[in-house]
Structure formats: structure tokens, C-alpha cells
């Protein structure tokens, strides 16, 4: 059987097959908001644990850089004593002041190379120990956002294993239902569909109104979306509108029927209250 060019369906087949869509599309929407904000939370648990990753990685650098400056250090502080021992030693050779004066002084050089290389040995050891309370710190913080995401991901897989296959369903229904529709109209439910607050691109005539954002439709317009001649939308919200019976729905009654069964109802009752007084008066008589 030839497939039907949707360009050719009629108007009327257009809405209906627009508003399944937009029920199936609606149902997918339900289904999502039963997991609520847990992919997100799962997300934002996954991306502070990536940088908390991230952030003992560079600690555990900067404590590993630490220790191989006080290696360095402790070697330099060592070829220094050394260097002290064998200038003392050649003070004891010395043959005149000149000598004695350049090997006090590089005794002494050497003596505060020691004593500054004891200093940035220090400071490394106070960072190390900063670092390492610094790594417990993130360590825990990371075994807690684990934990988190564990329990987190639990549940949002046990609500998608609940919803996998109806959704899986719905989304075939949407694919089959889009292929029936033209591109440009999709293209147009789509935008609006993007664009509300509700989701909603197509809705139908509630209580002489617009179903999506609830203002009042003329009379003669409301005929026209009766009519199914062509897509309509609202002047104000912008979403297509369709007849309520055309999409399923029981219409409501409306205000002005209401308004009208009241009063046809208080004229028989003042009829039949006058009819009353005119056969009373009739018996007196």
C-alpha cells in the first residue's frame, strides 16, 4: 500500500494526528518527571567528584614535590658540612692572614647555606603536613559524594527500569506519528511546543477559552476551529487549537449555556407561578 503524502491529509486528519502526538509527547513528559531532579543531582554528584579527582591528583603532586625539595636540600646541607669539615682542616695550613680570611668566609657561606637549607626544609615539612590534613579532608569528602551517588543511581535506575519499556513505546508512537505529519508543520508544533511553559503545542477549546493559556476565544473563531477548514492558532499564546470533540474530549458546558439553562428555568418557573395565581383567582370567582 502506498504511503500517504502528508502533505495531502486533510486538515481535520492534521489535528488529530497532531494531538496524539502531543498526547504521547505529554506521557514521555510524565514519565520524566517521575525521576524528578535525580539525573541532575547524579550529574552535579558526578562532576564534584571529577574535580575533587582532579583536586587530590594535584595535592598528591605538590606533596610529592615537597618531599624531592627536602631530598634536594638534605644533599646540598650535606655537601655543605662537607665542605665546612675540609675548610677547617685546611685552616690548620694556612700560611698567612689572606688565607685564614677566604676560609672563615667560606666556612661561614657555608654555614648559612646550611642553616637556610634547615629553613626551606622546615617549610616544606609544615606544607606536607598542611597538604596531607588538606587530602584527608577531600579523601572523606569523596568517599560521601560516592556513597551519594551510589544510593542517587540506584534510584533513578529502579524508576527508569519502572518507565524504560512504556517510554520505549511512547517514543516509537512519537516516530511513527511524526512521519505522518509534514515538515513544516511539525517543525512549527515543535517551536511552539519548545516555547510553552506546559509543553503543550496543540490544546483544545476549554469553556470559550484557550486551553493553554486560558484567554477568551470569539465566537467566531471558536466556529471556525469547529469547522477543521485549516490550523488555527491562538493570538495570543500561539499554540494550534483544536476542537475539543475532534480530539476526544467531552466539551464542557460553557457560561453562557449555563447562563442561558438559568434563565430559561426562572421564566417556566414564573410562568407556571402566574399561571397558579390566574387559576386561584379564576376559583374565588
Given at each position: 500500500m502506498a504511503k500517504k503524502d502528508p502533505q495531502e491529509m486533510p486538515v481535520e486528519e492534521k489535528l488529530k494526528t497532531l494531538y496524539q502526538l502531543q498526547s504521547a509527547l505529554s506521557a514521555i513528559d510524565e514519565k520524566r518527571a517521575l525521576r524528578g531532579e535525580l539525573p541532575l543531582e547524579v550529574q552535579d554528584l558526578e562532576d564534584e567528584i571529577e574535580g575533587l579527582t582532579t583536586?587530590?591528583?594535584k595535592i598528591k603532586t605538590d606533596i610529592d614535590e615537597f618531599q624531592k625539595a627536602i631530598v634536594l636540600k638534605k644533599g646540598e646541607i650535606a655537601d655543605a658540612e662537607a665542605s665546612v669539615a675540609r675548610y677547617k682542616g685546611q685552616l690548620e695550613e694556612v700560611k698567612n692572614n689572606r688565607e685564614y680570611d677566604t676560609l672563615s668566609k667560606e666556612i661561614e657561606f657555608q654555614t648559612l647555606e646550611i642553616e637556610l637549607c634547615n629553613k626551606k626544609i622546615r617549610e616544606a615539612e609544615t606544607r606536607i603536613k598542611e597538604k596531607n590534613f588538606?587530602?584527608?579532608?577531600?579523601?572523606n569528602v569523596i568517599k560521601e559524594r560516592q556513597a551519594d551517588l551510589e544510593v542517587k543511581r540506584g534510584e533513578?535506575?529502579?524508576?527508569m527500569a519502572e518507565?524504560?519499556?512504556e517510554e520505549?513505546?511512547?517514543?516509537?508512537?512519537?516516530k511513527d506519528l511524526e512521519a505522518k505529519i509534514e515538515y513544516r508543520l511539525l517543525t512549527s508544533f515543535k517551536r511552539i511546543r519548545k516555547n510553552a511553559r506546559n509543553g503543550l503545542g496543540i490544546v483544545y477549546v476549554q469553556r470559550d477559552a484557550c486551553g493553554g493559556c486560558f484567554n477568551k476565544i470569539p465566537p467566531q473563531r471558536q466556529l471556525d476551529i469547529k469547522m477543521h477548514k485549516k490550523i488555527i492558532v491562538c493570538e495570543y499564546?500561539?499554540?494550534?487549537?483544536?476542537?475539543p470533540e475532534l480530539a476526544g474530549i467531552k466539551p464542557e458546558k460553557t457560561h453562557a449555556a449555563s447562563e442561558e439553562k438559568?434563565?430559561?428555568?426562572?421564566?417556566?418557573?414564573?410562568k407556571t407561578s402566574t399561571s397558579k395565581k390566574a387559576t386561584d383567582a379564576n376559583d374565588m370567582e
Open positions: 583536586r587530590i591528583a588538606e587530602l584527608t579532608e577531600n579523601e533513578l535506575d529502579e524508576i518507565t524504560r519499556a520505549d513505546k511512547l517514543k516509537e508512537k512519537v499564546c500561539g499554540r494550534i487549537m483544536i476542537d438559568k434563565t430559561t428555568r426562572k421564566r417556566s418557573i414564573r
